[in-house]
């Protein structure tokens, strides 16, 4: 053999074996045996004397729920809450508090908010300079009590479809305006996405599940609930004798409603002393004379709300019976999955609205400031879990999930703070004169490409 067939017989022989130490050393540590624990905490508002709740109903109980993951390289933990909205002062200050007891980053939690129309107010909005209000102190508690009952697990992916929502951008029979009502011939997106957490003895310890619906049956109601989003964790939980946490996270629902909303309607007309009717009514104009208090409003007629309060019950039990039986269906399970996360944030021009106009018409507008919008990459194994701070069509959703490399990937919404965006529509549903359009302060054609892109990026490069 030549001196040429040598260097070649070796270049054979080593090459390889010198491949697979450069991967070895690029590559991630492999994760160790995961271990999960879950918490749940009420945080119930005390009781209007004035309203006080029925008792009949699980949902008329708020609550904030986490689930702690530890793979023995990193921790994580995703926290829901029955709340409104999240502010970037509370997401900031729960943060820095929860990546401290966990000591692990800040994008490896994701902290979202159900988005319940009935448990939180306008006004309950904090001074930015005040102190962070007491849930935070609940989001920690939360927190530290899952992390104290961490026990071997393993997790898996699947998905199911309901059909309680509907897109919520439709044009008016009577007036041919755009208003707020079903549109069944628009774009909805059904899916039920489930990720389930057991113990090594198939023991179910958590579930984080995502639905795009609008939790406003209770909006303008002046009763507090969970609306259908906490009807559908303790109907979960229940059904395994509580020995389950159900994390409900949103999705893409900046246009999606639930298609049933007339129990809704009738209570807001009965509390300004309209009809109650058998008919499905336009929302807008029952809701607006209350929203804009421009009527005297009293009592809702307790007949009406316990109506409205089935139909809550109603939705969670046929929402969690989904995700009860995509549960039961999910038999691939990872006992060791790497954990990774990242952040990025995306700025798109903003517009500022010159009129007040709600719906109908078009809008005035003129050069407002940058808008930025905060998106996140917790990576679970195979899963990809990603996040918005905003509140986004459905359209962007439903492109995500078919731009991304993963098949297991998910969008919460409404997580990590709050953007200055208002509502994020896709590009082609600007030209829709309805209030979320209307009100967002994006100019159209940067935000959906930007958030598909910046979200895809993020999953490419935790794959590297």
Not at 287 to 293: H, N, Q
């Amino acid at each position: 053999m030549g001196d040429r067939e040598m260097i070649l017989e070796k270049r054979r022989v080593w090459a390889p074996a010198m491949l697979a130490v450069l991967l070895a050393a690029s590559a991630p540590a492999k994760a160790q045996s995961l271990r999960v624990g879950a918490a749940r905490i009420d945080i119930t508002p005390a009781a209007d004397p004035a309203n006080p709740p029925s008792g009949k109903y699980a949902h008329e109980k708020l609550y904030l729920r986490a689930i702690v993951l530890d793979n023995g390289n990193a921790r994580a933990a995703l926290i829901g809450a029955d709340q409104s909205m999240l502010f970037e002062n509370i997401w900031a200050a729960a943060l820095k508090q929860v990546a401290a007891e966990l000591n692990c980053p800040v994008e490896n939690i994701i902290l979202s908010m159900t988005h319940t129309h009935s448990a939180w107010r306008p006004g309950d909005q904090p001074d930015p300079n005040a102190p962070p209000p007491p849930i935070v102190g609940k989001i920690l508690d939360a927190v530290k009590q899952a992390k104290t009952k961490l026990q071997p697990a393993r997790v898996g992916f699947g998905t199911g479809l309901s059909y309680l929502n509907v897109s919520r951008d439709n044009i008016d029979t009577d007036t041919h305006l755009w208003t707020q009502a079903p549109n069944l011939s628009g774009l909805s997106d059904k899916t039920v996405a489930v990720i389930k957490f057991e113990s090594l003895e198939d023991e179910p310890i958590a579930v984080y599940m995502t639905y795009a619906m609008h939790p406003v049956n209770g909006f303008l109601s002046d009763i507090t609930s969970a609306d259908f989003c906490g009807a559908a964790s303790r109907h979960v939980e229940q059904a395994y004798d509580d020995r389950i946490v159900a994390v409900f996270a949103q999705g893409a629902s900046g246009d999606q409603n639930p298609l049933y909303l007339r129990a809704s309607t009738n209570v807001m007309a009965s509390r300004y002393g309209a009809k109650i009717t058998g008919d499905v009514m336009t929302r807008e104009p029952i809701e607006a004379p209350l929203r804009d208090g421009k009527v005297q409003a009293h009592k809702a007629d307790p007949q009406a709300i316990d109506v409205m309060e089935k139909v809550m019950e109603s939705e969670g039990v046929l929402l969690g019976e989904e995700v009860i039986r995509v549960m039961t269906n999910t038999k691939r399970m990872d006992p060791a999955p790497a954990i990774s996360a990242a952040q990025t944030t995306i700025t798109c021009p903003g517009r500022k609205r010159l009129d007040n106009m709600r719906e109908g018409t078009p809008g005035k507008y003129e050069d407002g400031d940058p808008v930025h919008i905060r998106l996140g990459l917790l990576r679970i194994g195979n899963i990809a879990l990603t996040s918005v701070n905003a509140e986004i069509y459905t359209a962007i959703g439903l492109k995500l999930k078919a731009a991304s490399l993963l098949a297991n990937t998910l969008l919460v919404t409404l997580a990590n703070g709050m953007a200055n965006s208002g509502y994020v529509p896709n590009d082609a549903s600007f030209g829709a004169y309805t209030f979320q359009v209307l009100g967002s302060r994006l100019k159209p054609g940067c935000a959906e490409d930007s958030i598909v892109n910046g979200l895809v990026d993020l999953i490419q490069a935790s794959g590297k």
